[in-house]
C-alpha cells in the first residue's frame, strides 16, 4: 500500500491499550488487567472485593510525544544517560594520555567483542507525529509499517521516534493511514537528527537490536537480563532451578564500538505460591492465616512460566477466585478459570485460591497510567532463596559452583554465545540490516603493579600471600594499642564459662600484639534484651571504655538494642559476640584473634600501615545508601583519615530526607575532618582525594555538578588562604567488563594488582580498572574507578598505585579487599545505621572505628 495503509489487525482499535509489542503473548492479552478507572466497578477485573490501598489513587498520564528514547526508556537505560558528560577534558595533565606505565604487563583475554561498522554509518532519528492523535502505540506501529516505504527498510519505532538505516527522500514526509473504524489519520515524518556511531542515541539503539537478537536466540529477558529455560539446572532435593543467562551492553571504549556479556543465572523456586500458601497453612496458625501469609509474600517477585515474565506481588485479593468473571478490554465478560484455559490451554485444579494482585508499570505513550493484573497462585513460582534456603551451607556451596564460574567455563559461555550469533540466520540478518559486524573476542596488555609491604611496629612483613597477611600480624607488634584497663563483660549466667574462655583466649593473643587487656568487670543478666540493657546501665560509668556482650540468641532486636543504647544514649564502644560463636574449642584462638583486632580499632587503635610517599595526604571514603532505611530516607557515611600514616580515622554518618543517592551533607562532614586533622597534626592537609562509593546509574552528572562544588567550597573559603589539591573518584564496585589472563594453556584470573587502563576504558573519562581482590571461587569482577575531578596533578601511575596501597588499609579483614579502605568503612558504618541505629551516632565515637 502506498499512501494510506488502511489497519485490519483484529481488536487493535477496540483496544487503545494494547500489549507491549515484542513480548510472548498467545492472543492481545498477557493477563487479566485493569485501568486505574475500572478499577472501582464491580465488573472490573478486581470483581465485588476491596479495592488495595495501593492502588485508590490516580495518576495522571501523558503520552510522552516530546520525549527521545533515552528519556522514555525508565531505569534500565539511566546509564546511558552518562555517555554525554565529558570530564577528562578538565584535566591538563591527562589529556593527551591516561595511561600509567610502571609493573610489569600481563596479557588479557576479555568478555568483549569488537563491533564493525562502515566507516560512513549513520543513524537517521525522526519525529513522527499522528492527526488525529492516537493512543494507541500498537495502532500506531501497524500504520506506519504497513506503507510499503518501509517494508524493507530497517527500522525501529516506539510510537513517536523512528530510527532508520537509511535517510528518507524528503526532510519531511506526509503519509495517511485509516483505522479500522474508518477513521483518516495523517502521518507526519520528520527528521530530526543523523548520528554518528558513537553518539548516546545509537548506544542505546544499539542495545535495543541486541535485545532482539538475543530473543531471536530464543532467550527471555527477565529484568535486564536475558536466560535460556531451555537449558536449566535443577537443584530438586531443594526445590530450585537455575537458568543460564547473560547480562550485556553495547558501549563505545576508546576507539571501538564494543559488545560485552557477563554470564548471569536466575534463581528459581520449583515451588508455587499455591504450594507456599499450603504449607504455610498446615505449618501456622490457622487462625492468623491471611495477616502471615501477606507478611511472608506481599513485596515478593514471582515468575510466571507460560510467559516468562516477573512480577511483583503488591497484595492479595482473597474475594476473588479462578471460577469469577471480569470483563475483558473488548468487552466480553469472561472467568479466570475459562480465559487461562482458552489462552494457555492450562486448567486450574483449585477453584477457592485467592488471587495475587501486581501493579504494572506504563511505559512509553501511555506512561503514568496504573494498571493491575490479578495473578492465579497456582501458575506463579517464586524467585530468589528462602531464609531456610540460605543457612543451607551444602546448598550454598552447589549454587556458588553453578553459578560462581571459573575463567574456563565462562570462556566456554561466552564462545558458544558469539557462535550462535554468528551463526543464526535471523540474528545475522539483524546485523548485516543495520551494517553491524560481530568480530573477535578482545584481547589486550594490562600491567602487574608492585606488591605491597605490610608496616608493623617492630618489623616489615611482606606477605607470601598477597591476598591475606593474617598469619604475618600474628607474630609482630601492632602499630598502635591503647591499653584496656576499665571493661565490662555482660553474659547470662548459663554462658559465664564461655565468657571465662574468650578472655583466656584474648590474654593470650593479645600479649605478642602489644594490646594490654585488663581484667574486665564480668556482669550476669537474664537471656532477654532489657535484662542486657539493665545490667548494663547499672554498671556503666564515664572511665568504662568498651562493653562486651556474649548474646545467647541470635536476635536482631537485642543487637539494634544494645547498639542503640551504647552508640546514642551512652556513648562507648561496643563489642558484641554470640554464644555460639564461641562454642567451638578449636576455633577459639582463631576467633579471639579477630575479636582482639577489632577492640583494638574501637578504643582508637592502629593495627599496621603501608607505605604512603605522599605527606600531608587526607584520603575520603564517602557511601550513599537507602538499605533498611524509612522510606524517602537515606544515609550518608562519610570516613577520613586523620594522620599522615592512614592510620586513624575520623567517621561521621548523616540521615537525610531524600529518595536518592545524593549527598546534601558534604560540607559539614568535611569541615569536621579538616578540624580534627588541624587538632592531631597541628595544620591542614595540602591534598585530599575524595573516593566516593554508592553511585547508581545516572547520577554521574549529579555527583559532578552537585556533591564536587559541595566539597570544594567546604575547602576553599574565602576568608582564608586555605585551598587544598581535591581529587574527586566515582568507585564502582559492579562494572560488565572481566578479564582472564592465559598461563599454562588455561585461563585464569589475573593477579593481584593488575591494572587495566586503555583500549577498554572511556575516551571522555580518566578511568581505570583495578584487581585488588582474590577469588577463591569464579571470576574475579574488577573494581572500575572513574576521576571526575583532579586538580592534585598525579600522573596516573601513582594514582593507580596509591588506590591501590588503600586496599590494604581495612582493619577488618587482614589482607586485600575490593575498594579502598575508606570505602568499606563507611559502608560499614552506613550499614550499622541503616540496619540498627536509625539514628546518627554520637559524635563521641568518631575517633575509632566504633562499627567493626
Known amino acids: 500500500m502506498s499512501g494510506r495503509a488502511r489497519v485490519r489487525a483484529r481488536g487493535l482499535c477496540r483496544n487503545p491499550e494494547s500489549v507491549k509489542l515484542g513480548q510472548p503473548q498467545p492472543s492481545s492479552w498477557s493477563h487479566p488487567t485493569v485501568g486505574k478507572n475500572e478499577a472501582s466497578t464491580s465488573t472490573g477485573v478486581l470483581g465485588t472485593g476491596r479495592i488495595p490501598k495501593i492502588f485508590k489513587e490516580g495518576a495522571s498520564a501523558g503520552d510522552g510525544a516530546g520525549c527521545t528514547l533515552i528519556q522514555r526508556g525508565g531505569k534500565t537505560w539511566n546509564s546511558f544517560l552518562e555517555l554525554g558528560i565529558y570530564t577528562r577534558e578538565k584535566l591538563a595533565h591527562v589529556k593527551d594520555s591516561k595511561t600509567g606505565s610502571s609493573g610489569a604487563p600481563v596479557k588479557l583475554v576479555t568478555n568483549l567483542f569488537n563491533l564493525g561498522l562502515p566507516r560512513e554509518w549513520k543513524l537517521f532519528q525522526y519525529h513522527v507525529a499522528f492527526t488525529p492523535d492516537l493512543a494507541s502505540k500498537r495502532l500506531r506501529i501497524a500504520l506506519l509499517y504497513g506503507h510499503s516505504e518501509f517494508l524493507k527498510k530497517a527500522k525501529v519505532f516506539d510510537g513517536t521516534i523512528l530510527f532508520l538505516s537509511e535517510k528518507l527522500e524528503e526532510k519531511v514526509t506526509k503519509l495517511s493511514g485509516e483505522t479500522q473504524k474508518g477513521i483518516f489519520v495523517t502521518i507526519a515524518i520528520t527528521l530530526i537528527s543523523e548520528l554518528p556511531s558513537s553518539s548516546p542515541v545509537c548506544i542505546q539503539f544499539f542495545n535495543i537490536i541486541f535485545k532482539k537478537i538475543l530473543r531471536k536466540l530464543s532467550m527471555y529477558q527477565i529484568g535486564r537480563n536475558f536466560f535460556s529455560p531451555s537449558d536449566p539446572v535443577e537443584i530438586p532435593q531443594h526445590k530450585l532451578s537455575l537458568w543460564p543467562g547473560f547480562a550485556f551492553s553495547v558501549s563505545q571504549f576508546e576507539n571501538k564500538l564494543m559488545f560485552t556479556a557477563n554470564v548471569t543465572h536466575k534463581v528459581l523456586r520449583n515451588e508455587t505460591i499455591l504450594d507456599f500458601m499450603t504449607d504455610l497453612y498446615n505449618r501456622k496458625d490457622k487462625s492468623h492465616f491471611i495477616e502471615t501469609c501477606e507478611k511472608e509474600l506481599l513485596g515478593c517477585i514471582v515468575l510466571t512460566r507460560y510467559n516468562n515474565k516477573t512480577y511483583r506481588i503488591d497484595d492479595i485479593d482473597w474475594s476473588v477466585k479462578p471460577t469469577d468473571s471480569f470483563q475483558r478490554r473488548d468487552g466480553i465478560k469472561i472467568t479466570y478459570f475459562d480465559y487461562y484455559k482458552q489462552q494457555y490451554d492450562i486448567h486450574l485444579s483449585d477453584l477457592n485460591q485467592p488471587m495475587l494482585v501486581s501493579q504494572l508499570k506504563s511505559k512509553g505513550i501511555n506512561s503514568g497510567e496504573v494498571r493491575i493484573a490479578h495473578l492465579v497462585p497456582e501458575l506463579c513460582f517464586l524467585t530468589g532463596l528462602s531464609k531456610k534456603v540460605t543457612s543451607d551451607f551444602r546448598l550454598m556451596k552447589d549454587l556458588a559452583t553453578e553459578t560462581h564460574l571459573n575463567p574456563i567455563r565462562k570462556q566456554q559461555r561466552l564462545s558458544r554465545l558469539a557462535d550462535n550469533i554468528q551463526r543464526n540466520k535471523e540474528a545475522r540478518f539483524e546485523l548485516e540490516t543495520w551494517g553491524l559486524q560481530f568480530g573477535c573476542q578482545v584481547s589486550l596488555t594490562g600491567r602487574v603493579v608492585p606488591s605491597e609491604k605490610i608496616l608493623m611496629q617492630d618489623s616489615i612483613c611482606q606477605p607470601m600471600c598477597a591476598a591475606d597477611w593474617s598469619k604475618d600480624i600474628r607474630h609482630g607488634k601492632i602499630l598502635v594499642a591503647q591499653p584496656l584497663n576499665n571493661w565490662l563483660i555482660v553474659c547470662s549466667q548459663r554462658n559465664e564459662d564461655a565468657a571465662e574462655s574468650l578472655l583466656s583466649g584474648l590474654r593470650r593473643v593479645s600479649g605478642p600484639m602489644g594490646f594490654h587487656v585488663g581484667k574486665p568487670q564480668i556482669i550476669k543478666a537474664q537471656e532477654n534484651t532489657a535484662a542486657f540493657i539493665r545490667a548494663i546501665q547499672k554498671h556503666l560509668n564515664p572511665d568504662v571504655q568498651l562493653v562486651m556482650c556474649i548474646l545467647p540468641f541470635n536476635q536482631k532486636d537485642c543487637y539494634d538494642s544494645i547498639k542503640r543504647f551504647l552508640s546514642l544514649d551512652h556513648p562507648v564502644s561496643s563489642q558484641c559476640v554470640l554464644a555460639r560463636t564461641l562454642s567451638r574449642p578449636g576455633m577459639l584462638m582463631s576467633i579471639a584473634m579477630k575479636i582482639a583486632m577489632q577492640m583494638v580499632c574501637k578504643l582508637g587503635g592502629e593495627l599496621w600501615a603501608v607505605e604512603i610517599p605522599l605527606k600531608s595526604l587526607m584520603v575520603v571514603g564517602i557511601d550513599v545508601s537507602r538499605e533498611a532505611c524509612a522510606p524517602g530516607h537515606s544515609a550518608v557515611g562519610f570516613v577520613a583519615s586523620s594522620n599522615s600514616r592512614i592510620t586513624r580515622w575520623f567517621s561521621r554518618c548523616i540521615l537525610q530526607n531524600t529518595k536518592t543517592n545524593i549527598a546534601d551533607c558534604l560540607k559539614v562532614c568535611m569541615k569536621g575532618a579538616i578540624n580534627k586533622w588541624h587538632k592531631y597534626n597541628h595544620g591542614f592537609p595540602t591534598r585530599i582525594i575524595v573516593y566516593r562509593d554508592g553511585v547508581g546509574d545516572g547520577q554521574l552528572q549529579t555527583i559532578v555538578d552537585y556533591e564536587v562544588p559541595q566539597l570544594l567550597s567546604s575547602l576553599r573559603d574565602s576568608d582564608s588562604n586555605y585551598s587544598p589539591k581535591v581529587s574527586v573518584i566515582v568507585v564502582r564496585k559492579s562494572c560488565m567488563p572481566r578479564f582472564f589472563t592465559e598461563m599454562n594453556r588455561t585461563l585464569q584470573n589475573p593477579p593481584l594488582g593488575t591494572v587495566i587502563d586503555s583500549e577498554v576504558t ?48 581495612y582493619y577488618n579483614w587482614p589482607g586485600l579487599i575490593k575498594i579502598p579502605a575508606p570505602c568499606q568503612y563507611a559502608h560499614k558504618l552506613t550499614f550499622l ?18 562499627y567493626l
Open 833 to 850: 545505621v541503616g540496619q540498627s541505629l536509625h539514628r546518627e551516632p554520637s559524635l563521641e565515637l568518631a575517633d575509632c572505628l566504633f
Open 762 to 809: 572511556r575516551p571522555e573519562w580518566y578511568d581505570f580498572y583495578l584487581i585488588s581482590q582474590a577469588a577463591n571461587q569464579g571470576t574475579v569482577t574488577p573494581t572500575y574507578y572513574n576521576v571526575i575531578y583532579d586538580d592534585n596533578g598525579l600522573k596516573p601511575d601513582h594514582m593507580q598505585r596509591l588506590t591501590y596501597k588503600l586496599c590494604h588499609l
